[in-house]
């Protein structure tokens, strides 16, 4: 069985990583059985990041993407779209994640959460689930 689930984030500053654990929890709430549960984000300029929820650890990580991608840099697709540190971290956080869940249940350990990763927000995002069992 493969079943799409959509559903819609919405982002209010331009870097921010947003806690979707609750909304997967949900998603696998009702699947009895061994499967894995994808998550894509069918944007070029976001991401999917598994790691710990906590407040001093998310600023870590957003001071690190500017250590690493700075937002402004001179980069040559700025001439037309003005967002090109936004796609870099795009390209290296990834677009997608792949989670196993058992009886309704994600198997994500004790400190693991997802987040959805904005890069050029604020905006209205998607996320595609793929339940496969
Ligand atoms: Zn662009």
Redesign the pocket.
């Given at each position: 069985m493969i079943k799409n689930v959509y559903f819609d984030v919405e982002s209010k500053k331009r870097r921010e990583l947003i806690d979707i654990t609750a909304k997967l929890k949900d998603i696998v709430s009702k699947e009895n059985g061994s499967g894995l549960i994808n998550i894509f984000v069918p944007h070029?300029?976001a991401g999917i990041l598994i790691n710990e929820n906590e407040r001093g650890l998310k600023n870590d990580i957003l001071s690190t993407f500017e250590k690493v991608v700075p937002e402004n840099e001179k980069y040559e697709?700025n001439l037309?779209?003005?967002?090109?540190d936004?796609?870099i971290l795009s390209v290296i956080i990834k677009n997608n994640s792949c989670i196993p869940f058992s009886d309704g249940k994600l198997l994500l350990g004790t400190w693991q959460s997802v987040f959805f990763v904005e890069l050029?927000g604020p905006r209205h995002r998607n996320v595609i689930a793929t339940l496969i069992k």
């Amino acid at each position: 069985m493969i079943k799409n689930v959509y559903f819609d984030v919405e982002s209010k500053k331009r870097r921010e990583l947003i806690d979707i654990t609750a909304k997967l929890k949900d998603i696998v709430s009702k699947e009895n059985g061994s499967g894995l549960i994808n998550i894509f984000v069918p944007h070029t300029t976001a991401g999917i990041l598994i790691n710990e929820n906590e407040r001093g650890l998310k600023n870590d990580i957003l001071s690190t993407f500017e250590k690493v991608v700075p937002e402004n840099e001179k980069y040559e697709h700025n001439l037309i779209d003005n967002n090109a540190d936004a796609h870099i971290l795009s390209v290296i956080i990834k677009n997608n994640s792949c989670i196993p869940f058992s009886d309704g249940k994600l198997l994500l350990g004790t400190w693991q959460s997802v987040f959805f990763v904005e890069l050029d927000g604020p905006r209205h995002r998607n996320v595609i689930a793929t339940l496969i069992k």
